[in-house]
């Protein structure tokens, strides 16, 4: 039963955020003990108890809306962006016209020269 627990790895020095999540879902499925998840992978339970405490930390924090500052700096990011381009489109359409108008004086001017 130990090989089925076991979480394949992509590197033996270092655990990914995925395989940590694969290993602490195992254990809050309630069928498999954390001891065992811990025992078949070599990890230490205090080290398995402390990510699955983060994990539905963190889960909490989503579902109540509360954003890490990297995420909160990402969305401002994205606010001045769209921002930006929503006033670089205003520009190029007032240019347009501008250009537009700029033409039509011009070709008038020609006519009656």
Excluded: H
Excluded at 4 to 11: A, E, F, H, Q
Excluded at 44 to 57: A, H, P, V
Excluded at 65 to 80: D, H, L, P, V, Y
Aim: aromatic share 8%; net charge positive; charged share 35%.
């Amino acid at each position: 039963m130990v090989k089925d627990l076991k979480v394949k790895r992509r590197n033996d020095a270092r655990l990914y955020y995925d395989e940590i999540v694969e290993m602490v879902i195992m254990g809050l499925s309630g069928e498999i003990a954390p001891e065992e998840i811990c025992e078949a992978n070599d990890i230490d339970l205090k080290q398995y108890i402390d990510w699955r405490e983060r994990f539905l930390i963190g889960g909490i924090e989503r579902l109540r809306g509360i954003w890490s500052a990297r995420e909160k700096s990402q969305a401002e990011e994205i606010r001045r962006l769209r921002a930006f381009i929503k006033a670089s489109d205003q520009v190029a359409v007032r240019y347009k016209g501008s250009k537009s108008k700029l033409n039509n004086t011009e070709n008038e001017g020609g006519k009656n020269v």
